[in-house]
C-alpha cells in the first residue's frame, strides 16, 4: 500500500482500507472490480448507474441466472473499470443454486493476466490467492550504463538467495535471475518499465521490493580449459592500460591459487572472487574458493568489483 505522498502508477485509488491509504496498479484494480460487482446499481446516491444487476439473478433457476450474471459482469466491468479485457467467464456450481464464476482479465496498462472469483451467495469478489500481496519496482535512470541489482526484504531480510553481489548487467539479466532463483516467491513478471512480484502473503509482516543502480565496474576472466593435465596458468591485469603492481610473478595450476593470490596482491583495485557455473545452470560466486569444492561444473570465471570512478580494467587468464 502506498500513501499520498508516494504515488508511482497512473493507475491508483483510495483504498477502502481508510483515509490517506493508497491502492495502485494491478491492486487498484482489483478493488474496482470488487466494488463494481458487489454494488447494486442505484444503491450509490451519488452515481445511481455505478455498479451491476446481477442481484436479479440471485434467486433464479441456475439455467437463467448463470448466463444472465455473466452478461451483467461483462457489461458492468466494460463500463467501470476500463483498465481491463475480459478474457474469460467461467462458472462451477459449488453446492445446489449456489454458482462461483472465475473472471480471467488482463490489466492493458501492465499486460498482466489476472484472475477474480466472485461467489454469488456469499457476495464477495476475490482474487486467486486471496492471501496475496502486490510489489512493484520501477526502473531506476541509468545514464552512465552502471550495473543493476535488486533488494527484496520480506519481514526486514534479504530474500534468500542473496543476488551476485556486483549486480547485472542488464535488467533481462536481473529479471532472469529473480526467475531461477526467487520463482518460490510468487509469481513474477517483467513489464515496459517495472518489474511486479504477486507475492504469497503468508506470515508476512512487511515487504519491499527494489532496483537500485551499482557504481561499480566488473572484471571477469574465464579460466581455460586445460589442454592437457596439469597446464599451468597465468593471469595478467592491466589497470588503466598499464600493467598492475605487483604483476603476477608465477603460474598457478589451479583457479583457487590465482584467486588466492589475486587477493592477497590485487585487493586495492577490486573485490575478487570465483564464479562457477552448475550443471543445473545456478551461478555460484565464492570469494572463499578451494579447489578441494566437489561441486560439478561447466566452467569457472575470476570476477573482479570497483567502484573506483574512472577505473578502467582489463584482466585475462592464459594457459602456458
Known amino acids: ?64 441466472a448463470i448466463p444472465n450474471i455473466k452478461k451483467e459482469l461483462l457489461e458492468a466491468l466494460a463500463m467501470w473499470v476500463p483498465d481491463i479485457s475480459v478474457v474469460a467467464i467461467k462458472h462451477f456450481v459449488k453446492a445446489p443454486g449456489q454458482p462461483v464464476f472465475e473472471l480471467l482479465y488482463r490489466v492493458l496498462d501492465e499486460n498482466v493476466i489476472d484472475k477474480l472469483i466472485y461467489d454469488l451467495q456469499a457476495g464477495t469478489a476475490t482474487t486467486e490467492q486471496a492471501s496475496e500481496i502486490i510489489l512493484q519496482a520501477s526502473f531506476p535512470a541509468n545514464p552512465n550504463g552502471y550495473r543493476y ?40 513478471y517483467l513489464l515496459v518499465d517495472k518489474i511486479v512480484c504477486y507475492m504469497k502473503a503468508d506470515n508476512l509482516q512487511s515487504a519491499s521490493l527494489a532496483i537500485k543502480v551499482l557504481p561499480i565496474i566488473q ?27 605487483p ?39 565464492s570469494s572463499e574458493f578451494s579447489d578441494d569444492f566437489d561441486v560439478p561444473t561447466t566452467g569457472y570465471k575470476l570476477i573482479g568489483v570497483s567502484n573506483f570512478e574512472g577505473f578502467v580494467g582489463q584482466v585475462t587468464i592464459n594457459a602456458v
Open 149 to 188: 541489482q535488486v533488494e527484496l526484504l520480506k519481514n526486514g531480510r534479504q530474500q534468500f538467495p542473496e543476488p551476485n553481489p556486483s549486480g547485472f548487467a542488464t535488467i533481462g539479466d536481473l529479471f532472469a535471475w529473480i526467475q531461477s532463483n526467487w520463482f518460490f516467491v510468487g509469481k513474477w
Open 247 to 285: 604483476a603476477m610473478p608465477q603460474t598457478f595450476s589451479t583457479p583457487g591459487e590465482v584467486l588466492q593470490w589475486v587477493n592477497e596482491n590485487w585487493s586495492q583495485y577490486a573485490d575478487w572472487s570465483i564464479e562457477f557455473i552448475q550443471e543445473n545452470g545456478n551461478s555460484i560466486f
Open 219 to 245: 572484471l571477469a576472466a574465464n579460466f581455460p580449459k586445460p589442454d592437457y593435465p596439469g597446464q599451468l596458468l597465468k593471469t595478467s591485469f592491466l589497470v588503466n592500460g598499464v600493467e598492475a603492481t
Open 1 to 64: 500500500m502506498a500513501a499520498l505522498t508516494s504515488i508511482e502508477n497512473p493507475i491508483w485509488s483510495i483504498s477502502t482500507l481508510g483515509p490517506g491509504v493508497i491502492v495502485e496498479g494491478i491492486a487498484a484494480v482489483r478493488q474496482r472490480m470488487n466494488l463494481t460487482i458487489r454494488t447494486s446499481q442505484g444503491t450509490d446516491p451519488l452515481r445511481p448507474e455505478f455498479g451491476s444487476l446481477v442481484y436479479k439473478y440471485a434467486d433464479a433457476p441456475l439455467p437463467i
